[in-house]
C-alpha cells in the first residue's frame, strides 16, 4: 500500500470521535427497535406493553418523530425479477425492480392484483416492460385459493378475493416495498384485473390514502352487481364507498362484450363519479371481452395506460377536505382521520379551513385528528367543530402514542403528525357497548370533545 502513514494524532482523533458518536448510533438502533416492537405487536395489549419500554427509556414523541424523519430502506436490496414469500402467507409474491436501482432516489412503485385462478406474475410479466421503461417499481401478490372454486368462494366472502381487513395482501405488499426500498410513497398505483379489478375498487375506497390513483379493469365495486343489466339491481350499501374518493383519481376500462364481468357496474360507477364531480376517466372499448384485448398486440397498450395515468398524478397525504364511509369495524382511517369508536355504516365529512376543522358525522362517537402545518397553523388555536357543536379549542400537542400510532397506521414519512387531538363527537345510543375501531392516543379533549375536477373520458 502506497502513501504516508496514518499520524498517531490523526488515528486518535477518529477513535475519539467513533467512541462520542457510538452512544448515538446505538440510541438510534434503539429507537427503531422500540417502534419496530410496537408496530409489530398483535393487538392493543401488545402496543401497550411496548409503549412502556418508551417511557423506561425517556423517548419522546419529538425523538420518534425525529428518528423516522431521518429512517431509510434497506441499503442493498434484491433487484431484478425475484418472489418472496410475505409473512403470514403462503404463496409467492412477484416483484420487479430494475438492475440499477439507486438507494439515494425514490421510485414511482405499481401494486398488481391478479384475476382469479391466477398469480401474481399474471400481471408482472406483461408490465415488466413498461415499468422498465418509466423507471417504476413493482410488486403483484399472490392471493390464497388460486384455483377457480376457492377464488370464486373468496369473491363472495372476503372482500370479493382480495380482502379488506387491514392486514390484506395490498397492504402487505406495499408495506414490504417501503421497508426494503425508497418509494416516493405519493406515486403508488394501484392496478387491477378481473377479480383484480374488483380488488383494486375495494380496497382503494376502504384505503384511499395510501394511493395516488386507481387503475382497475374488467372489474367492479361489488360482484352483485355482475347481473345488473337483466336485473338493473344496485348494491347501494357498496356504492357509498365510491364517496371515499374525493381525492383519488379513478381509471377504470371494461370491454363491451364482457360477459364474465359485465360492465353495467361501471357504467353506474362512471354515472355515480359523474354526479359527485370526482377527478375519473370510464373507457369502454367496443369489442373487447373479458380480461385479454382481442389481440394480445394490445396487452402492453392496456398496461401502459394504466402506469401512464399513475405517473402523471401525485397523491395529496393532507387534503383539507376528507369523505369517508366506513362499512366495517376495523376500516377506521381515512387520511389524517381516525374513527377510534363508530358503528359499521359509519360516515364522516371533514374540512379543515382557517384553523376551524368542521366535522359532520353519523354512527361516529369519537375520532382521533392527526394535525400537520399543511392544513392547519399550529402556532394558532385549533377549533373542532362536530355536527355544528364546539368540542375542542387550543394548541394542541403530539401525544407519543399519536406519533406511534401514525407510523404503525401508515408507515409513511409523508403522514408524520405534528400534533393530535382525540375528540368525542357525541353520545353512542342506549343499550350499544362501545367496540374501540383503534389504537386511542391520548390528548383528549375535556369537552368531549373542493371536490376534484372530473377529467373528460380519454381514449387511446
Not at 382469479?116 to 399474471?122: A, E, F, P, S, V
Not at 380488488?199 to 355482475?226: D, K, Q, R
Not at 356504492?239 to 363491451?256: D, S
Amino acid at each position: 500500500m502506497s502513501g504516508k502513514p496514518i499520524s498517531k494524532i490523526v488515528l486518535t482523533s477518529i477513535c475519539l470521535f467513533a467512541v462520542a458518536m457510538s452512544p448515538v448510533f446505538a440510541a438510534s438502533a434503539d429507537i427503531d427497535s422500540l417502534i419496530s416492537s410496537y408496530v409489530g405487536a398483535e393487538d392493543g395489549q401488545g402496543r401497550a406493553e411496548a409503549r412502556q419500554a418508551f417511557d423506561a427509556a425517556e423517548i419522546s414523541a419529538a425523538d420518534v418523530i425525529e428518528h423516522l424523519k431521518d429512517r431509510s430502506a434497506e441499503r442493498r436490496p434484491t433487484t431484478g425479477t425475484y418472489d418472496v414469500v410475505l409473512e403470514g402467507e403462503n404463496l409467492s409474491t412477484y416483484i420487479w425492480v430494475p438492475e440499477n436501482y439507486d438507494s439515494s432516489k425514490s421510485y414511482p412503485l405499481m401494486i398488481g392484483l391478479h384475476g382469479m385462478g391466477g398469480k401474481g406474475d399474471q400481471i408482472r410479466n406483461p408490465a415488466i416492460p413498461i415499468c422498465e421503461e418509466s423507471g417504476q417499481l413493482l410488486i403483484c401478490p399472490s392471493v390464497e385459493g388460486g384455483d377457480f372454486a376457492s377464488a370464486l368462494l373468496r369473491m363472495q366472502t372476503d372482500g370479493f378475493g382480495w380482502g379488506e381487513a387491514p392486514d390484506n395482501l395490498a397492504i402487505k405488499s406495499l408495506n414490504y416495498m417501503k421497508e426494503h426500498y425508497n418509494i416516493d410513497t405519493n406515486r403508488v398505483t394501484l392496478l387491477g384485473v378481473s377479480m383484480g379489478g374488483y380488488g383494486t375498487w375495494s380496497i382503494g375506497t376502504v384505503y384511499p390514502h395510501f394511493w395516488n390513483a386507481l387503475t382497475p379493469y374488467a372489474g367492479g365495486i361489488s360482484p352483485l352487481e355482475n347481473h345488473a343489466a337483466i336485473t338493473r339491481t344496485r348494491d347501494a350499501r357498496r356504492r357509498k364507498l365510491l364517496e371515499n374518493l374525493l381525492n383519488l383519481p379513478v381509471l377504470f376500462i371494461h370491454g363491451t362484450q364482457d360477459f364474465v364481468v359485465q360492465p353495467q357496474g361501471d357504467r353506474w360507477n362512471n354515472e355515480d363519479l359523474d354526479h359527485l364531480g370526482y377527478e375519473h376517466t370510464y373507457i369502454e372499448e367496443p369489442n373487447w371481452a373479458h380480461v385479454d384485448p382481442p389481440s394480445r398486440d394490445e396487452v402492453p397498450g392496456l398496461v401502459g395506460d394504466f402506469v401512464a395515468y399513475g405517473l402523471e398524478r401525485r397523491r395529496k397525504p393532507w387534503p383539507t377536505e376528507v369523505v369517508y364511509n366506513s362499512l366495517r369495524q376495523d376500516s377506521t382511517q381515512a387520511y389524517w382521520v381516525t374513527l377510534l369508536d363508530h358503528t359499521p355504516d359509519a360516515k364522516i365529512h371533514v374540512q379543515a379551513e382557517r384553523n376551524v376543522i368542521d366535522i359532520e358525522s353519523t354512527n361516529v362517537y369519537e375520532v382521533g385528528v392527526f394535525l400537520n402545518s399543511e392544513i392547519v397553523n399550529l402556532r394558532r388555536d385549533v377549533t373542532i367543530r362536530a355536527n355544528g357543536r364546539e368540542v375542542y379549542k387550543g394548541k394542541p400537542e403530539l401525544p407519543l402514542d399519536a406519533a406511534l400510532e401514525s407510523w404503525r397506521i401508515f408507515r409513511d414519512k409523508a403522514y408524520l403528525p405534528e400534533a393530535y387531538v382525540k375528540v368525542a363527537i357525541e353520545r353512542r345510543p342506549p343499550g350499544t357497548t362501545r367496540q374501540d375501531s383503534a389504537t386511542t392516543p391520548g390528548n383528549s379533549s375535556d369537552s368531549g370533545s373542493q371536490p376534484n375536477r372530473r377529467l373528460p373520458p380519454s381514449r387511446r
